[in-house]
């Protein structure tokens, strides 16, 4: 059994304009996420990559149960959340703990560094002393005497090390991290992998890392999943989908990795025509107007999802 | 205002900063964030920051723009644009050049966002000095936002920046400093939180803009392998300092300075084995209240002897024609 399974996951939001889109009979809400299915193993990293918008972490806030899903299951150490009541998520919340994506935005500004570290020992009823908050300020790398300091007095670097504390804070099963390290320079980069890789050997913590960072997916996670408006277009382990992907939005995306020389200039799958909404979707296969390699049947039939083995995708012409 | 030009920059420099320094105050003391900081922009060329969090990159950036935090003070130094002197400007000064000449895009998009106003609302409010119509501001920001690749463009308008992703929220941003036509661009990570597709399609953009309206961009980046396709010069910070300077090539390739050569040793992007340790420079930043004597980099620095402790190294030529700051780069050192 895995630690969380997730099974034909949908999540709906109203739509912006809803007056507008009331008035030409249009619906007044849109999945954001259409029917996404996977699982993590304790000890284990899923990476989540995609197109921005796509509902990465819109799929992060739902397991978290900031948003009610629209329908789908969503188990959790053998138990089904998808519709837990309050009082079962104040239990659940120290099992799971979040890192946002916004680092400066996602801390209160008005208390200090201290107490911001072990305001979720706090809520859970634990004592957060000056002790505790000094021993995860140094887990993260931040000398004691940025106890006293306020958020806006913080580069982004340090404040990106601060919500890794608070999420270390209650000793998770399931850490999910939106963007944990966009902000960071390499070496800080490595350091809260390491510091993350080294907490998951110790404890054994299952971490869902939502990233644009293709390096980092290739050296820090087990699988990754590949999102493309609201969906999954591909999912495997990590290394056999670096080694040779299937689905043309994963190749376009892999390519598109720059590498740190002037000179370098690697063939690249370029993208061209506009990027689709979830409002709007394209018939056929989502990604046919943009795909390099579409033909005409690909913009009439929805492909299907194809497993082969420990990976699939989604694709009527593989690559 | 200022108008003492001593030493006037040359024609094709846009903005010279010249040995600038910038402290903060704080309870617990005086942090010294930027210290006597040397670098032009010249017109129409990508000038990349890169260095550790909290070595002052942003610092940098929001004294270009004359939004340093109100804790901050320019200690010494000048930054020359035309005829002003950027680090001495009024308040009402400055009220003229922000949003014409320079504008900036933050590294959180929320800083310049407006959590209460809805998008449109927000894109209208920039080209308050445009003398056209309200629809015609109205067509001219939704043409801004299709230019980022927002989908759907014309209905984003009525969205408030909560129901944007985060990404989208960073392009909106981006489509409104493109909006005002800027003569310098600060971008303070302008990419980090998008995907890699549509980071280079922003950078794609960037370097067509600056061709276009021949503008300068200041760019600040973790991010090495998006510096070295869009940058053509790169500065290298650590601990409130500019360590090494030089074209793109020359730092990429042929790096001197310690720091620079760790930093690019780190790139996960450099190693081709996957690897769940990843490289790290050990030690941390030095306390920029109480800024080290000598080298600032010396307790973290592999190659550091003697000399590094005592004396603070200046800026000598490289081998590529970088400036480096580190006393291995002294030609006095080789004759010794
Ligand atoms: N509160 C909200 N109300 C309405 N729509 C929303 C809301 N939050 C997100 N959306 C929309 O849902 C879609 C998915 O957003 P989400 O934030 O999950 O994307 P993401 O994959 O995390 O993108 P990014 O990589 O840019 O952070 C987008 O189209 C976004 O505009
Ligand atoms: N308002 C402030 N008051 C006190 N200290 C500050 C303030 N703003 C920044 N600092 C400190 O000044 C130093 C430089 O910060 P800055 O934000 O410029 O770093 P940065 O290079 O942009 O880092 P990052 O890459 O993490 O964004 C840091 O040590 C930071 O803690
Ligand atoms: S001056 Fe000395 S300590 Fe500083 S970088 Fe050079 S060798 Fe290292
Ligand atoms: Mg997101
Ligand atoms: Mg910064």
Redesign the pocket.
Known sequence: MSLLEVTDLRIRYARQGRVRAALRREPHDFEAVSGVSFRIDAGQTLGLVGESGSGKSTIARTLIGLKKPASGSIRFDGQEISAASRRDWARLRRQMSMMWQDPVGSLSPRLTVGSLVTEPLRIHGMTGDRAEAERLLGLVGLPAEYISRYPHQL??GQARRVGVARALALDPKLLIADEPTAGLDMSVQGEVLNLLNEVQKRTGVAVLVITHNLNLVRHVTDRMAIMYLGRFVEEGPTDRIFDHSHHPYTAALLSANPEPDPDARGARVTLSGEVPSPVNRPSGCDFHPRCPWSRPECGKTVPDWVPEGDRGHRCMFPL | MSTQSTAAPADDTLLAVEGLSVDFETPRGTIHALRDIDLTVPKGKVLGIVGESGCG??TLAYSLIGLLAENARVASGAIRMGDHDLARLAPSAWRDLRGTRIAMIF?DPMTALNPVTTIGQQMLDIQYRDRIGRNAKRARAIEFLEQVQIPDAASKLAAYPHQLSGGMRQRVCIAMALLTQPDLLIA??PTTALDATLEMQIVALLRDLQRKFGCSVVF?SHHLGTVAELCDDVAVMYAGEVVERGTARALFHDPQHPYTQALLDCDPARIKVATRTLPTIPGTLPDLRQPPAGCAFRARCPRSWGRCERDHPPLYPGAAGQRVRCHLSDPAEDAA
């Open positions: 580069s982004g | 990159k942003s590294q303070d990570e600040v």
